[in-house]
T-cell receptor, first 114, second 113 residues
Framework: DTAVSQTPKYLVTQMGNDKSIKCEQN?????MYWYKQDSKKFLKIMFS???????INETVPNRFSPKSPDKAHLNLHINSLELGDSAVYFC?????????????FGPGTRLLVL | AQSVTQLDSQVPVFEEAPVELRCNYS??????LFWYVQYPNQGLQLLLK??????LVESINGFEAEFNKSQTSFHLRKPSVHISDTAEYFC???????????FGQGTRLTINP
């Protein structure tokens, strides 16, 4: 019944590794997002997809590559992990992307890079 | 570009006391305004939002916020808080066509018994 789900919930890895985070929504929404929440709780958008097409890319390093195989899934692959990538990553979805829609967030993936 | 400032990073209050969490925004065009709440170890969920019309909006759990265009503010209030209101509260703004939310820094609301 979970509306927006993410796996894994926790991810501990070494610097230089490559990792992926998966997100799925069962709300039938057209738009999905990735956000990064840093240690000070500041939340910033990274990417947004609408019907599998990239619509927002907020000057994120190209080590981060989102992939949307269908409109219900948005995965995030991170190459060559760095210490500064440690954060909580949230996936979200909304019905449309015109600005007024409510966004529904997943529970977050806590990434720790050692 | 739009921006959001939440003036208080932490607000401690006693149970059953009133609370106000302050939010100011900056934008040169009309905005949509949101308050999201993040309970410990969870994702964000919408508390309330202002799109148009009445400047006072309410949530189902007793919170309300008032859009003040002249002061570019969207402060969140509750007349009597409960322990279960302990959470991080985020104010956010978007503009039509911008296709994204811009969040404030968050305010941690701590309720003391």
């Amino acid at each position: 019944d979970t509306a927006v789900s993410q796996t894994p919930k926790y991810l501990v890895t070494q610097m230089g590794n490559d990792k992926s985070i998966k997100c799925e929504q069962n709300l039938g929404h057209d738009t999905m997002y990735w956000y990064k929440q840093d240690s000070k709780k500041f939340l910033k958008i990274m990417f947004s997809y609408n019907n599998k097409e990239l619509i927002i890319n907020e000057t994120v390093p190209n080590r981060f590559s989102p992939k949307s195989p269908d409109k219900a899934h948005l995965n995030l692959h991170i190459n060559s992990l760095e210490l500064g990538d440690s954060a909580v990553y949230f996936c979200a979805s909304s019905q449309g992307h015109r600005g007024w829609e409510t966004q529904y967030f997943g529970p977050g993936t806590r990434l720790l890079v050692l | 570009a739009q921006s959001v400032t939440q003036l208080d990073s932490q607000v401690p209050v006693f149970e059953e006391a009133p609370v106000e969490l302050r939010c100011n925004y900056s934008s040169s065009v009309s905005v949509y305004l949101f308050w999201y709440v993040q309970y410990p170890n969870q994702g964000l969920q919408l508390l309330l939002k202002y799109l148009s019309g009445s400047t006072l909006v309410e949530s189902i759990n007793g919170f309300e916020a008032e859009f003040n265009k002249s002061q570019t503010s969207f402060h969140l209030r509750k007349p009597s808080v409960h322990i279960s209101d302990t959470a991080e509260y985020f104010c956010a703004v978007s503009v039509q066509g911008a296709q994204k939310l811009v969040f404030g820094q968050g305010t941690r609301l701590t309720i003391n018994p």
